[in-house]
């Protein structure tokens, strides 16, 4: 298994803070906003007196529930396309494995999620990336690039959509050249759409599972972590119209028994959450999105992308090493006894030596810590001896 | 990913109910015990507002807690030792992952645990079956026999101690025998402890951390699920001395970034759980132990083990086929509209054709219940035209 670079700076991070020095954490996916109400009543006021497995692919209710949450987003489905899992993650892990024999290929288009790199390890499956640009916010690279990397072991294109790391938000036409690559191929289409809310400027989440004809190619990876920030209920689930697929994960859910019962409990009752909460959370998250671009771009020489959905953004900093300036500024910067923590983007790469000069922000503190956080950035630049 | 048959009876004991049949569930290992209030409690008085990840391999504070439990029970590990994974089921996951490359070999005694063959195949390894007895009660078979199996692909032996199916508990000599083969060989001992408070007629329970010299060599696999009726938590752990191990381990646990935080509150709580608790629930499974146990034994040309742990036993029908007598007391039996679903052995034989005629039965339901279900068993048997 692959340590990622994050993971090696948090010892650094560590010793700062024993040295007295704050620090803005902009490395980690794990939102500042409060869980729904509704969510957390529901557990809090629980008569659970057996606290018993639950079915292993969930629920007949929540599933029929989440079913019309999913008709609500243009994604047709009935409860028997959802397995629930345990996390986004474990969604992704029998996903691979019920696709895939040791050795197959998936492709992937970087920089993308770390942990896609670890779950393919755990399944003796092989990465093959397929670079995207900074220079046009991470778009989708063009077809013919996918189609060159496709061999006889290639099972599947997964994608991350709206993007961690990228931000970015596949468009329609996007999402059909990459539908009619994987009919053509016989591949399966993977989407992971655990931001599918966090989109802004009035443009319009597409679900890979809205596609006409790609019923059979399509699967939807899916969490209430980010949704309604629960990261710590570890409920996800798989979405696909592919009856064989939804067969043996189902097989893995059975070997695992059961999904966590009180997280349940919370991320059924979460799907009654008013959109007023929506409304705001996202109101807040695109707020602090312009904020953060605008300070990012008075910061000389750094290169910013716009992102249109999630709540990361990637920038390009004119350092050599992103692992090292991270390091460094840890380690030896600090400005009236505060430092920040950003992600190297180098672990979001497969490709050896990729993005080796770019970081990811996560835009998930308060619009004053966010002020102060690229400021420290800025400094941090100035006063870099390398 | 194979199907246990106990699945695939799960079908016939719907339509029993449908027919307005009572089952009684002699098949799962979902006790009927209640959860200990102080772990109920803690969920319910809990203060989250933003329900965030917990630490990949659990908290400090937990993981301290946990290693006083272990050194009360003559294990003696640290904080550092043990790894907090998403229920037994993903730290015997983890621990395959960690320790074998695709096609390496683990040999398990016969009969399993089923889902220990899922995970097995999930890793790409293969189960090397080692055949134990009814006729001395599961008892660890000639060391000689596990020896001869050994090859340059082995990389463990995983016991279940007390076990499940068995409901055998090893002997101390029994584990010195494992611990020197192992030593010799280079392979890590395993042992799936969830069960280690179920022990009877005043037996100890030795654990294989406990074992000097083994420290290297040893890896428990442990859950909450059975020890405080919290199956539906879903945590557990891995401990184990072996710096490498746990290393890799926690690789795998930040890949999948958390457990379930409010699972986690429960757990932490339930160490607190007070001793009166547990001589309760001993005492209630080992009366419906000895119960069970006399009531078979009335049951003309049915053997039936003993079992010291745990709370399962098994038996042998005079049938010859398990799996198709199981399915017609659900499809075709019942007497005064009630019957029994029994668990199939041969799911826990990865031997083609082993265990045919055996049952395992889970002592989880009151004496009253477990009674009758003997009843219905023995009803069963006389009416049953094959």
Redesign the interface.
């Known amino acids: ?4 670079p994050i ?1 090696k700076l948090v010892p650094y991070a560590e010793e700062a803070k024993k040295r007295g020095v704050k620090v803005f954490h902009l490395n980690i996916g ?6 729904p109400k509704v ?2 009543d529901a ?4 008569d ?7 079915r292993s692919e969930g629920s007949e209710e929540y599933r029929k529930k989440l079913s019309a949450y999913y008709r609500k987003n243009d994604i047709d489905v009935t409860e028997k396309d959802i397995i629930i899992t ?2 986004g ?2 969604a992704l ?1 029998f996903t691979l ?1 019920s696709i895939t024999d ?1 050795g197959d290929e998936i492709i992937i288009p970087e920089p993308f999620y770390a ?1 896609y790199n ?2 393919s390890v ?1 399944n ?1 499956i092989k990465v093959v990336p397929i670079v995207s640009s900074i220079d046009n916010d991470f778009a989708l690279p063009p077809i013919e690039n996918f189609e060159a990397l496709i061999t006889e072991k290639t099972k599947a294109i997964l994608i991350c959509n709206p993007g961690n790391p990228t931000g970015y938000l596949y468009s329609k036409s996007e999402l059909i050249k990459l539908k009619e690559l994987a009919l053509k191929h016989n591949l399966f289409l993977i989407a992971d759409e655990v931001y599918r809310e966090f989109v802004y400027d009035g443009v319009k989440h597409h679900s890979i599972m809205s596609l006409d004809g790609l019923e059979e190619n399509a699967i939807v990876i899916d969490s209430v972590s980010k949704r309604y ?6 409920i996800g689930c798989i979405v696909s119209k592919n009856k064989a697929l939804i067969g ?1 994960a189902l ?2 859910a ?10 349940l409990l ?1 991320s059924e009752a979460a799907l009654e959450t008013p959109q007023s909460y929506f409304d705001k959370v996202i109101e807040e998250y695109d707020e602090r999105r312009q904020l953060l671009i605008s300070e990012l771009e008075k910061i000389d020489n750094l290169k910013v992308s716009k992102p249109k959905g999630a709540f990361y953004c990637m920038a390009e900093l004119p350092v050599k090493d992103a692992d090292k300036f991270a390091q460094w500024m840890l380690e030896k910067f600090s400005d009236k006894g505060e430092t920040v923590m950003v992600a190297p983007a180098s672990g979001f790469y497969s490709t050896e030596g990729s993005g080796k000069n770019q970081i990811r922000i996560a835009y998930v503190l308060n619009k004053e810590s966010l002020i102060r956080s690229v400021e420290l950035l800025k400094l941090a630049l100035e006063q870099y001896p390398d």
Chains 1, 2 share one sequence.
Do not use: H, W
Request: contains cysteine; positive net charge.
């Open positions: 298994m692959p340590e990622s993971r794990q939102p500042d906003i409060a869980t969510a957390l557990v809090k006021n629980n659970i007196s057996v606290l018993s497995y639950a345990t996390g993650s474990e892990l494995g040791f942990n670890g779950f755990a003796g920030s629960m990261c710590g209920a570890r043996t097989k893995y059975q070997a695992r028994l059961s999904s966590p019962s009180y997280a919370a």
